[in-house]
C-alpha cells in the first residue's frame, strides 16, 4: 500500500518508460512514412474514435471491477482485525480464570494462523503481474517480508514443535491452524473450563475467521475474468497502433496556410503519444490493483494488520516486549 500523498510524476515516467519507448516509435513509424510520401498510410479519424470509445468504455469497467476487488480485499482484513480484538478480549476474560496459560497458547495460534494466512494469500499465481519486469523494479524499492523469510521460522515463535511439524506438514496450514484452535476449545469446553454461553461466543468467532479466510483465498485464487481481461487487451493495442495513422491528415492540414505548413505533422508524434499514453497507463494501473495480495505497492498491507493485531492482543495480557509496529519503506508498506 502507498502510504503518501500520491505516486510522484517521476515514479510515473519511470515506472511506464517502457510502454513510452514503444509508443513513441508507434507514432514515429507512420509519421515519418507519411513525411516520406506515403500519403495512403492515413486513415479516416472518425472510426478510430469510436474504437476508442469502445476502449475506454472497457477500460473504466476493468478499472472498476479491480478497484472493487482491491476495496473487498481491504473490507475482509478490516473484518479480521475487528474480530480478533473481540476473539481476544472474550478469550481472556472467559478462560483466564481457569487456565491463563491456555489462552497465551490460543493467542499465539492465532498470531500464527495470521502469519500463515498471509503467507499462503503472497504465494505467486500464473495470472499475476509480480513476475513482469516493470514490477519486479519497482518492487527493489520496498520489502516484501513473505519473500524474505521463511513460514517455517516465522512459525516458530508462535507455536510448539511438535505443533510446528504437525501444521508444516498440511497443505492449508492457516485452515488446520484454526481446526486446532476449535479442537483446544472444545477441550476446555469439555474440561468445565468455558460455559455453554461461552464456547459458543468464542466458537462464533472462529467461525467468522474462516469466513474471512474463505473470502481472501477467494479472491487470491479467482483471477480477473480471462475474457474480459483478453479484450480489453486486444482493442487497447488495435487502438494504439491506429491512433497515429488516424490524426496525420488531421495535424498536417493544421499548418495549411501559415508559416507552419508542412512542419505540423511533427506534432503527430508527442499527440499520439499523449493520447495512447493515457489509455495504457490507465490499464496498466487498474492491472496493478487487481491482485490485492500479490506484493505490488498497492496491495492491502496484510503484514501491517497482522502486526498491528498481533501487538494489540499482546497488549491485552498486559505484555511488555511488544514487537515493533512495521512502518513504510519508500512509502510502500505491506
Same mark, same amino acid.
Given at each position: 500500500? &502507498?502510504?503518501?500523498?500520491? $505516486? ?52 473504466? #469497467? ?13 473490507? !475482509? ?9 473481540? $476473539? ?9 480464570? +481457569?487456565?491463563? +496459560?491456555?489462552?497465551? %497458547?490460543? #493467542? @499465539?495460534? &492465532? ?23 516493470? #514490477? ?8 516484501? =517480508? ?20 504437525? !501444521?508444516?506438514?498440511?497443505? +492449508? ?10 479442537? %483446544?476449545?472444545? %477441550? ?32 487470491? +485464487? ?7 481481461? @483478453? ?12 491512433? =497515429? ?14 508559416? #507552419? ?17 493515457? $489509455? &495504457? ?54
Amino acid at each position: 500500500m &502507498h502510504s503518501g500523498k500520491r $505516486f510522484g510524476a517521476l515514479e510515473f515516467a519511470v515506472w511506464t518508460r517502457r510502454s513510452i519507448y514503444v509508443l513513441t516509435l508507434l507514432s514515429a513509424v507512420p509519421t515519418v512514412l507519411y513525411y516520406c510520401g506515403w500519403t495512403f498510410v492515413s486513415f479516416p479519424w472518425q472510426p478510430i474514435a469510436i474504437m476508442g470509445t469502445a476502449v475506454a468504455f472497457i477500460v473504466g #469497467f476493468k478499472n472498476n471491477a479491480s478497484y472493487s476487488r482491491l476495496w473487498e480485499a481491504r473490507q !475482509i482484513y478490516g473484518a479480521v482485525i475487528n474480530d480478533s480484538r473481540s $476473539f481476544g478480549y472474550i478469550l481472556r476474560d472467559s478462560l483466564s480464570l +481457569n487456565n491463563s +496459560n491456555k489462552v497465551k %497458547e490460543m #493467542f @499465539s495460534r &492465532h498470531y500464527a494462523w495470521l502469519t500463515a494466512l498471509r503467507f499462503q494469500l503472497r504465494e505467486p499465481r500464473a495470472w499475476e503481474n509480480m513476475n513482469t519486469v516493470q #514490477f519486479e523494479e519497482y518492487s527493489k524499492k520496498y520489502e516484501i =517480508p513473505e519473500r524474505t523469510s521463511r513460514l517455517e521460522d516465522e512459525l516458530k515463535k508462535y507455536l510448539s514443535e511438535n505443533e510446528l511439524q504437525y !501444521i508444516l506438514g498440511k497443505k +492449508n496450514r492457516a485452515t488446520q491452524l484454526m481446526a486446532e484452535q476449535s479442537k %483446544e476449545l472444545s %477441550e476446555a469446553y469439555k474440561n468445565g473450563e468455558i460455559n455453554d454461553f461461552q464456547w459458543t461466543q468464542i466458537n462464533q468467532q472462529l467461525v467468522k475467521f474462516t469466513d474471512s479466510q474463505g473470502k481472501a483465498e477467494r479472491i487470491k +485464487n479467482f483471477p480477473y475474468p480471462r475474457n474480459f481481461s @483478453s479484450i480489453t487487451t486486444y482493442l487497447l493495442l488495435l487502438f494504439i497502433i491506429f491512433v =497515429p495513422f488516424g490524426l496525420l491528415k488531421e495535424f498536417d492540414k493544421v499548418g495549411d496556410g501559415t508559416f #507552419f505548413e508542412g512542419y505540423t505533422l511533427w506534432f503527430n508524434i508527442p499527440f499520439s503519444l499523449l493520447v495512447t499514453w493515457c $489509455f &495504457h497507463t490507465l490499464d496498466s494501473v487498474g492491472e496493478s490493483s487487481v491482485n490485492p495480495f500479490e506484493g505490488s505497492p498497492n496491495d492491502v498491507p496484510i503484514t501491517q494488520i497482522s502486526r498491528t493485531i498481533e501487538i494489540d492482543m499482546r497488549d491485552m495480557l498486559d505484555e511488555k516486549d511488544l514487537p515493533p509496529a512495521i512502518t513504510p519503506k519508500n512509502n510502500i508498506v505491506m
